[in-house]
Nanobody, 127 residues
């Protein structure tokens, strides 16, 4: 059973930065594709960023390209989401997810593709 625990959320002013962490069960980050999703009140959970098991491929939602960066540290079994130039519309609960499947074109975008989820961490951006 894979366990994922997010941390690093909080309250930040628009234009600020936060770094989210996702601590995973041993071996997960080096063998699973990892993704970040977010869910704002009253909205569907949406894709933010993903990385393949090797780290060789990364993908981002258009709304965060150039501002967010996903990375992984296999020695710490942790995936990070660096968020810069935050906007009020980035306010949401952010979730980490892991997938066993092949990192093929487009599948990382769909929340149904992921097998394991964390509990989420709240990010609030004030204007």
């Amino acid at each position: 059973q894979v366990q994922l625990v997010e941390s690093g959320g909080g309250l930040v002013q628009a234009g600020g930065s936060l770094r989210l962490s996702c601590a995973a069960s041993e071996g997960t980050v080096s063998t699973y594709a990892m993704g970040w999703f977010r869910q704002a009140p009253g909205k569907e959970r949406e894709f933010v960023a993903a990385t393949s098991w090797s780290g060789g491929s990364t993908n981002y939602a258009d709304s965060v390209k150039g501002r967010f960066s996903i990375s992984r540290d296999t020695t710490k079994n942790t995936v990070y989401l660096q968020m810069n130039s935050l906007k009020p519309e980035d306010t949401a609960v952010y979730y980490c997810a892991a997938a066993r499947g092949q990192y093929l074109s487009g599948n990382w975008y769909y929340k149904e593709w992921y097998d394991y989820w964390g509990q989420g961490t709240q990010v609030t951006v004030s204007s």
